[in-house]
């Protein structure tokens, strides 16, 4: 079964920077986009940026120019550079990985655990 391992964050003042990191494990043959959403409490869950197999990227308005997410396809890991963070950006950071084949099987839309980033003075 291919679980979604993350690591990074934690906490850092406005104008910082921090970098998440998450690797798929398992025998994978293909995933088609890895990502990042985050979620505060009582709030839905926002989609930050994605990157597909391509290497076609989508950011959130919010953090266009100032976060950059990278995948290495060898080793099924997606990253998100966050720089010039904002207290605004404190939230629980997902990693999600859609349309992941395996040999034995097909998962439509898969989930790490969460991250907590947290930036405040």
């Known amino acids: 079964q291919v679980q979604l391992a993350e690591s990074g964050g934690g906490f850092v003042t406005p104008g910082g920077s921090l970098k998440l990191s998450c690797a798929a494990s398992?025998?994978?043959?293909?995933?088609?986009?890895m990502g990042w959403y985050r979620q505060g409490p009582g709030k839905q869950r926002d989609l930050v940026a994605t990157i597909t197999d391509s290497g076609r990227t989508t950011y959130a308005h919010s953090v266009k120019d100032r976060f950059t997410i990278s995948r290495d396809g060898a080793t099924n890991t997606v990253s998100l550079q966050m720089d010039s963070l904002k207290p605004e950006d404190t939230n629980v950071y997902y990693c999600?990985?859609?349309?992941?084949?395996?040999?034995?099987?097909?998962?439509?839309?898969?989930w790490g655990q969460g991250s907590q980033v947290t930036v405040s003075p």
């Open positions: 999600n990985a859609q349309g992941v084949r395996t040999p034995r099987d097909y998962t439509s839309d898969l």
């Open positions: 398992g025998i994978i043959l293909k995933i088609n986009s």
